[in-house]
Each structure stands twice: as C-alpha cells, then as structure tokens.
C-alpha cells in the first residue's frame, strides 16, 4: 500500500506556473504508475496526465497537452506537475492517484487528499 500527499497548489495570476508535488510513503514507489487528476465545483473528476511506473509512457488530457508536464523522481519518492500557461479553466482541487505496475491506467487504486490550485483573470 502506498500513501500520497500532494503539495504546490495556490492562487496564481492567469498565464502564470505552478508546480505541484505528490509524495508517497514506501519503499516500493517507483512500481506504481501515478496520475494527476482535477476536479472544479459542480463537475466530475476529469484526468490530466498520467506516467507510467517505469516513467516510459506519459498520457495528457487534450486541454493541458503543451502546457502541462508529469514526471516522476523516483529517489525522491514524488511524482510533479508542472503547470505553464494557466487558465481560469485550469482552477480545481488537484489529486494524485497510484496504482501498482499500471494495474490500473489511469491509475486510481490510492489517492492523495487534494490540493487546491485557483488561477485568476
């Protein structure tokens, strides 16, 4: 079992970056595929990117493809997020989720409890 805790989010002008952090607890954090998911009031969660356990394979949600990037340290323990260009779109309480060797893909057996990113016009 792996436990997840994101990190970065904040308040963020229009057009500005941020970069959110989802750190595990165990040993064996570098066989879990880890996905960042977002969810705004009133919608449903939607994916954004997802890295495989091997870091070989990323997918990104068409809305943040270029401006959005995943990638994984594994000694670290922590999966990132950089986020470039954002949008008043793009405001939502951001979640990570892993799952062990991409059992499942997106992956979403374990979640983190959120981080709320908020981007202002």
């Known amino acids: 079992q792996v436990q997840l805790v994101e990190s970065g989010g904040g308040l963020v002008q229009a057009g500005g970056s941020l970069r959110l952090s989802c750190a595990a607890s165990?040993?064996?954090?570098?066989?879990?595929?880890v996905g960042w998911f977002r969810q705004a009031p009133g919608r449903e969660r939607d994916t954004v990117a997802a890295?495989?356990?091997?870091?070989?394979?990323?997918y990104y949600a068409g809305s943040v493809k270029g401006r959005f990037t995943i990638s994984r340290d594994n000694a670290k323990n922590t999966v990132y997020l950089q986020m470039n260009s954002l949008k008043p779109e793009d405001t939502a309480v951001y979640y990570c989720?892993?799952?062990?060797?991409?059992?499942?893909?997106?992956?979403?057996?374990?979640w983190g409890q959120g981080t709320q990113v908020t981007v202002s016009s």
């Open positions: 890295i495989t356990w091997s870091g070989d394979s990323t």
């Open positions: 165990g040993r064996t954090f570098s066989s879990y595929g």
């Open positions: 989720a892993a799952s062990a060797r991409d059992s499942s893909w997106p992956p979403r057996d374990y």
